[in-house]
């Protein structure tokens, strides 16, 4: 990467930058928390969670000595809960070993749990002015069509390479702003899945993929697994107007959180009620629910769904009042749309 690049980038962020709630602090709680909740998610979907979080939750120590229901139902609908669960053993460390501050340093910062080289550099450099890069998809996208590198990103080696070509130029006068104004920029401008609006890029003079017309079909990535599609069945069961609601095992996909009952498979009328009533519950018919589909990142399930009113609350299950399945309880978004019919 050409230092070249440095002073018009910087001028761009200033005149063109959003204006994002997490860009008028340099408070490394609130940087850190924001940085963790952008990843995999959209801007525009993260505003209203920052916000609650932070009114629930709004230092450190707050939610170190927060409870797992409180920080994980502030979370709820955001997905890949094992992050807000990151945050707070985190929050705990910073605590308890570094007497409620956030180390400044890249190196510490990266000794948290759930912390990666890209959050460590987001903090470092944005809360504490450090001079270390801070490479996400974004920023990766940005550089190999600067480049015209076509080696892929999905191999660790080029991906550190790249991050050194990165380091190499941060400015030690505004190293938050550049790696914020990178991010900007692919988020913006060097845009994925189509063309780049090279017309509206301050770099677009010093860019190779442009003049070589290669941009479009960088970076390179390597192919992908297909998703893996996993039927499974869940249910709908009310007793007095409450929902029954179990915890999920505490290992792999949504471990440890609460989910619909449900089980593998798509079971027919016949076998959801057999199992049904191997769980001890007596129902009343069983009513089909429209199915639906739920995407996580390596897994899709393709969901059957039935309601039932029971006879009695069994034990094993949580039964939750309305109220409660929207204040207390998070539920991961894959089960929402079976709770329509409530
Ligand atoms: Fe991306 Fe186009 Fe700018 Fe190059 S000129 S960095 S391809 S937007």
Known sequence: MTAAAVAPLLEWYEAEKRDLPWRHTRDPYRIWVSEVMLQQTRVEAVRGYYARFLEALPDVRALA?????????????????????????????????????????????????????????????????????AVDGNVLRVVTRLLNDGRPITDPKVKADLRG????????????????????????????????????????????????????????????????????????LRCGGKAALRRRPPKGLLGGLWELPSADGELSPAQAGALLAEWGLQTGQLLSLRPAKHIFSHVEWHMTGYYADCAAPAEGFAWAAPEQLREEYALPSAFRPFLSVL
């Open 65 to 133: 000595a927060a409870e797992e229901t409180v920080y994980l139902k502030l979370w709820e609908g955001l997905g890949y809960y094992s992050r807000a669960r990151n945050l707070h053993r985190a929050a705990v460390v910073v605590c308890e070993e570094f007497g409620g501050r956030f180390p400044e340093d890249h190196k510490a910062l990266l000794s948290l749990p759930g912390i990666g080289d890209y959050t460590a550099g987001a903090v470092a450099s944005i809360a504490f002015g450090a001079r270390v890069p």
């Open 165 to 236: 070509k990165v380091a190499g130029i941060v400015p030690a006068d505004a190293p938050g702003a550049f790696n914020q104004a990178l991010m900007e920029l692919g988020a913006t401008v060097c845009v994925p899945n189509g063309a780049p609006r090279c017309g509206s890029c301050p770099l677009m003079h010093l860019c190779e993929g442009y003049h070589l017309g290669t941009a479009a079909g960088l970076p390179v990535k390597a192919a992908k697994k297909p998703r893996r599609i996993e039927p499974r069945t869940v249910f709908l």
